[in-house]
């Protein structure tokens, strides 16, 4: 039994009224994609599923088609995030360089007037958007050239709290209004 079929087995136990459907690929390959479908009382979860490359998944809604969301290299993992999905008909949610490009279309602005506002090229807003992880100060950037301010939120059982200055560029100069001061050692000179 592989990993997908442990999979398949632990969400029937878990869900014995969702319908679930299994894909192999045909013919069988040792690293071809393995497809499970779930589905329970009209809420969809697909699952892809590569020998050494782990799980992805897709709940599908407006992104149909682009790619797994969410990846996961454990089936005990794996299982937790399908059931949370099922369970409260939740949709996964995709990396964050996905986001951007919605983002970009949703404020309507191709990748040439994002790259102008941001004084790069247009392959550079491309090569953003398809990267599989992004920092932070770079995301804030694109939100702030849209004419949006990025905020970071850290959501607990009991609160809620904003995360402020992760990805902000600081000038410690001495003199300068609105930092935390010179670093230790010496201030920089002009």
């Not at 999979?7 to 393995?34: G, H, S």
């Not at 100060?137 to 059982?157: C, D, I, P, Y």
Request: charged fraction near 30%; glycine fraction near 8%.
């Amino acid at each position: 039994m592989n990993d997908i079929e442990r999979l398949k087995d632990r969400i029937a136990r878990e869900l014995p009224n969702a319908t679930l459907v299994l894909q192999t690929p045909n013919p069988p390959r040792p690293t071809a994609a393995w497809w499970l479908e779930i589905e329970r009382q009209g809420h969809h979860v697909s699952v892809e599923w590569k020998p050494r490359r782990g799980f992805g998944l897709t709940s599908p809604g407006e992104g149909i088609g682009e790619g797994a969301e969410e990846v996961y290299d454990d089936v005990e993992m794996t299982a937790c995030r399908i059931l949370e999905l099922v369970r409260k008909r939740g949709r996964t949610v995709p990396p964050a360089a996905r986001a951007l490009s919605a983002l970009r279309n949703q404020r309507r602005f191709s990748q040439q007037d994002l790259a102008k506002a941001l004084g790069v090229r247009q392959a550079a807003v491309s090569k953003m958007e398809n990267r599989a992880d992004m920092h932070v100060s770079t995301l804030r950037k694109a939100v702030s050239a849209m004419g949006g301010e990025l905020e970071l939120r850290a959501r607990f059982s009991n609160a809620v709290i904003v995360i402020s200055d992760i990805g902000e560029q600081k000038d410690h100069r001495v003199g300068l209004q609105g930092t935390d001061g010179p670093p230790r050692g010496r201030a920089l000179k002009r």
